[in-house]
Structures are given as C-alpha cells and as structure tokens.
C-alpha cells in the first residue's frame, strides 16, 4: 500500500473511532465518497498533496490533507465545532500505518465558510503529516 493511501486509511479509522467527533456529528458519518443524499453534518476525506522528504538514507513523505466538514446549522457555529473535533482528533495522533510509520501528524490551518445558496456551511480543515517507509 502507498504511503498516501495508508495514512487515509488510518486518519478514516482514527476519525470513526473518535467517540467526540461522532457525537458532535449524531453518528459514524465520515466519508471518502459520500453517498447522494448524506444527512448533515459529515466529514469528508478532501484533496491530499504528497513531497519527496527524503534524505540521503531513509525515503520519505510530506502529505499534506485536507479534510471537510458539511453543517446545515443555521450559523457558522457547527461548522467550527466539527472543524475543533477533527483537529483534536488527528494533531499529533500516533497512527498506525500498513507498511509506513507516521513521524507526525500536525494541525495546519482551518477555513469555515458558507457556501453558495447560503444554507450550507464548509469547514476545511488541513494538516500535514510526514512517513517514511517502515
């Protein structure tokens, strides 16, 4: 498995075991792809960048992770309190990745904002982790 696609998978298992996060979402509703018609609010697993960070010896990578949180809550306050939840979740979590180890997981930075329409509000949530192979 890649690096990029093991840390995904352990930020998604990591996420659906955090018991805050899911009662701040009413239930296990974190995504890769979500369905058609998910209910409010979610996480989903957004865009991820991935650089050499390698050295003369060890091979490694940056990845840099966005993931989003989608609230109908009338105001921006859901938003932030979901965005809260995955940083407390993942800044410096040690995951276990197949075939890599994480080196560190750290929160970047945070956007909340109200889509267009205005009835839904999108927090992205961005973090940057290093591996190197196992």
Known sequence: MSPANALRAAVHDALKADAPLIAALGGPRIYDVPPS??????????????????????????????????????GHGEAHAIAHQLQQALHDAPLELAGHRLVNLRFSNAEIRREAGGRTYRALVRFRAVTEAD
């Open 37 to 74: 018609a998910p209910e409010f609010p979610y996480v989903t697993l957004g865009e991820a960048q991935l650089i050499d960070w390698s050295t003369a010896t060890e091979a490694g990578q940056e990845h840099r992770l966005t993931l989003f949180a989608w609230s109908r809550q009338g």
